[in-house]
């Protein structure tokens, strides 16, 4: 009997050895894929506005500083007081800065480093979700291939961080059940969500509390979780705290209740979003893996006792309906979704390696792989009529069509392997999609920002503000011409060139001949943009 224990005992080790060598393996795959996409061509393209270009020019302020300074702890932006988050993302971006210098891809690399180990993160929590290791394997490769996952989280922006610490807050979650030591996790990956998201990453809290009250409630009366929620969130509070001694009511007004009233829609904007913005984004990117949505919601209500079903149907429910409720509504709020989302369609596709061998598959997962390679053959004949600009569009949407029509031919066979046609083609036509020229196609919506910014820097006006016809506000000018460009009426330029004493106005070439402004002096030239003052000799 003790022989056999023994036996039984060594046996065991062995397996659990192999298990853990096995993991390692996949999380060095895994990494490994994630690095290459997310940083293939990082610093090819310009920054796109608003997000990229406003978080570049904060860390840019902040490095251009002494530490002595603290613009770390007071950021600013264009020199004025930021307050619409802490600054932990901006800073890693502006120590990049000063080991790299001040480009595009020093600019995303901190985001994308943190994004590409969001990958291997999410095949751990699976393995500690699922007893089957397919279910964690594909649920990581679900998440590396969807599209919002890789644009996002290569582009300067704070929300692949977030997701990164969310996964690293969900797996804490899931140990503290049998070992009380992870709920410091829970707090301190709570901290750093707050730390770059603000306030608003306490959503995430809340979806954490209602997994909890719904999955393992006696966790909640635990006071070391309540303890660790509160040294994770003490670098959250000092952070608010220094802000409210330092600049007093004006952080308290415009840094805490205006954006709060925002986010509840006591102050809406005519451009607010409709409750189902997100279904629409959802909709939008997140195919090809939708096909996989009735069974998987199937999946997921039968099981809704386990307690993964709970936590991806909290997860992604909870947080849905909270960010819809929202006044304020960006694509990008989404992001913390598509974690949830790779879990289930990961469950539901593991189910496949239980199948016998050519067994029968739903007949709309082959009428959606149909559907999608008639449109991205469409596309890819459409972009190849002449076009020699859109040659990497071509390539792209053909291998998404050769994909599509692949694991349609196999589905409709009943052969499993049309799941790892999918994987590899979706990562193929993404990496390919990540090192042509669109990947951030919103640089495409406007004129190209560089050269009209290399043309201002080129003239070095003697003032940090200039005047521009163009419509809107474009942050990433701002951040590669170092000065302010404000966008106003015809009316405004009018005005500033009568009474400023020397104006600085970024015009374009259609604009300039109707404003007919007296005493031009023409400064310099790009892209249809002239960049004028007056004549000196007539101030």
């Not at 022989?3 to 039984?8: H, R």
């Not at 979650?173 to 750093?192: A, E, K, M, N």
């Not at 949830?340 to 739903?362: C, T, V």
């Amino acid at each position: 009997m003790q022989e056999g224990s023994f036996i039984w005992g060594h046996l065991e080790r062995q397996h659990r050895a192999v298990d853990k060598w096995i993991d390692g393996l996949w999380l060095v795959v895994l990494l490994i894929a994630a690095l290459l996409l997310f940083s293939v061509n990082l610093g090819g393209l310009p920054l796109q506005d608003w997000n990229e270009g406003t978080v570049a020019q904060i860390a840019k302020e902040i490095a251009r500083e002494s530490f002595d300074s603290l613009r770390w702890l007071y950021p600013t932006l264009r020199g004025e007081a930021y307050y619409h988050t802490p600054p932990l993302m901006h800073i890693l971006i502006a120590w990049a800065y000063s080991l790299g210098g001040v480009n595009e891809w020093t600019t995303r690399l901190p985001g994308a480093i943190l994004t590409a180990f969001s990958v291997p993160l999410l095949y751990c929590l699976g393995r500690e979700l699922f007893r089957q290791r397919w279910a964690a394997i594909y649920s990581a490769l679900i998440y590396l291939t969807m599209l919002p996952v890789v644009r996002y989280g290569r582009l300067a922006m704070l929300d692949g961080a977030v997701v990164s610490f969310l996964l690293v807050m969900m797996l804490c979650v899931l140990r503290s059940r049998r070992d009380l030591r992870y709920c410091l996790g829970i707090g301190l990956s709570l901290g750093l969500i707050c730390l770059t998201q603000g306030l608003s990453g306490l959503l995430l809290g809340v979806v954490v509390l209602v997994f909890l009250f719904w999955d393992t409630p006696r966790l909640l009366n635990s006071y070391y979780l309540w303890i660790a929620i509160a040294i994770g969130l003490l670098p959250v509070t000092g952070w608010y705290g220094a802000q409210l001694l330092h600049y007093g009511a004006d952080f308290a007004y415009n840094g805490l209740l205006i954006p709060f009233q925002e986010q509840i829609g006591i102050l809406s904007s005519k451009d607010t979003q409709p409750p189902w913005f997100y279904l629409l984004e959802l909709f939008k990117w997140t195919w090809p893996w939708l096909i996989f949505l009735p069974q998987t919601a199937k999946l997921l209500w039968e099981n809704r006792n386990l307690s993964w079903a709970r936590l991806i149907l909290v997860w992604s429910g909870v947080y849905l309906i909270l960010i819809s409720l929202m006044s304020a509504k960006l694509a990008c709020y989404i992001f913390p979704i598509y974690p949830s989302l790779a879990l289930a369609f990961g469950a539901q596709l593991a189910e496949i390696e239980n199948l016998p061998l050519l067994s029968s598959y739903p007949r709309g997962w082959v009428a959606g792989l149909s559907m999608l390679a008639v449109v991205a053959s469409a596309l890819s004949i459409h972009f190849s009529w002449g076009i020699a600009s859109k040659t990497d569009l071509q390539l792209i949407f053909a291998a998404i069509a050769l994909t599509m029509i692949m694991g349609a031919i196999l589905a409709e066979r009943g052969d499993g392997q049309f799941l790892k046609i999918l994987f590899w083609g979706s990562y193929i036509s993404l990496l390919l999609l990540m090192k042509s020229n669109y990947w951030v196609w919103e640089i495409w919506q406007a004129y190209p920002v560089k050269p009209v910014a290399g043309m201002i820097q080129q003239v070095n006006p003697p003032v940090k503000q200039v005047y521009t016809s163009f419509p809107y506000h474009r942050p990433s000018l701002d951040f590669y011409s170092d000065r302010h460009i404000i966008p106003v009426s015809t009316q405004e330029l009018q005005y500033r060139w009568r009474y400023d004493r020397q104006p600085y106005l970024l015009i374009n070439t259609a604009d300039l001949k109707r404003l007919q402004l007296d005493s031009i002096k023409p400064l310099a030239k790009a892209e249809d943009w002239v960049l004028i003052t007056k004549e000196t000799n007539r101030l």
